[in-house]
């Protein structure tokens, strides 16, 4: 029914790909505005009847899952019509009628219609509370605000910090077959860690010498998975300190190794004759 007037709607249009993959909002195609569209527009159609007419706009119909094809004929076959084009402009009058154009770009025509509910598959975004789980858990986002796996083909279901696994939406928009597929994948590598009860951490760790230290503290804020403690050296435990880096929370990324003015810190086998040596090798040619 219409929300304004409690009414059953005579004309429904269907709105595909609001505020996705469109550079001034979401690039990214939010996976599940299509089907959910479709089931929609199957739904109004079983329950409202043949008489109401049923549009789609669309850019393209991306029906990629099990089925999905043939549930986008399914559509099609009960008189749902689909136009290959997105309105520029909805325009709502003051009686509350709405009108607007939109180009089939199949047919090659301009097409007006004045529907009695306009739909929208807007994009889908992030959750509000993303970024204090970011913080908190010292999980990278990518540019488009989703917490950012450990690779996106070798490690899909891992986040860069060791022990902490990523599933569903958390990590990009995604639907509930693929959501279940990842949480099933994420609970089975959590399963493998628990039960082997060591955790494997990658070599790259970041090493004080305590000799070079000033105690400055300036690595200390510093470091994204807050692994750096500030200790007391002396005898009483109050003065000398020095930075000392924790193995298991360090995932090596060299921060502090670049912040350092005392050059204290160094990130295993990444020394800098080695950074120095790889350079003149590109840039001299030399072996
Ligand atoms: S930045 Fe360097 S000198 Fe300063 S506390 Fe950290 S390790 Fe020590
Ligand atoms: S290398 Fe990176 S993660 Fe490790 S202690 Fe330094 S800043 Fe933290």
Known sequence: LCPETGKKPRSIVFIQCVGSRDRRFNEYCCRIGCMVTLKQAILAREKLGKDVNIYVCYIDIRSFGKGY???????????????????SEIRVYEDGSIYLEVYDKLTCRLLGIKPDLVVLASGLIPNYDIERISE???????????LL?????????????????????????KDIPD???????????????????????????????????SGCRIC?????Y???????????????????IFEVLCQGCGLCEAAC???????????????????????LGEN
């Open 220 to 224: 200390e804020p510093l470091c994204p």
């Open 226 to 244: 807050s692994a750096i403690i500030m200790k007391a050296k002396d005898a009483a435990g109050f003065g000398n300190l020095k930075a000392e």
């Open 149 to 173: 796996e450990a690779h996106p083909k070798l490690r899909p279901l891992e986040s860069a910090m060791s022990g902490i696994f990523l599933a569903g939406t958390c990590q990009g928009p």
């Open 69 to 87: 094809e043939e549930f986008y004929r399914k559509a099609r076959e009960m008189g749902i019509t689909f136009i290959a084009g997105i309105p």
């Open 136 to 146: 908190l858990l010292h999980i990278s986002r990518g540019s488009d605000g989703f």
């Open 179 to 213: 959501t279940i597929a990842q949480a099933s994948g994420a609970a089975a590598k959590a399963v493998n860690l628990l039960a082997s009860g060591e955790l494997e951490l990658e070599p790259l760790k970041g090493v004080v010498n305590e000799e070079l230290c």
């Open 261 to 283: 003015p005392s050059k204290a810190i160094k990130i295993h086998h990444h020394t800098d004759e080695q950074y120095l040596d790889q350079v003149r090798a590109a840039c």
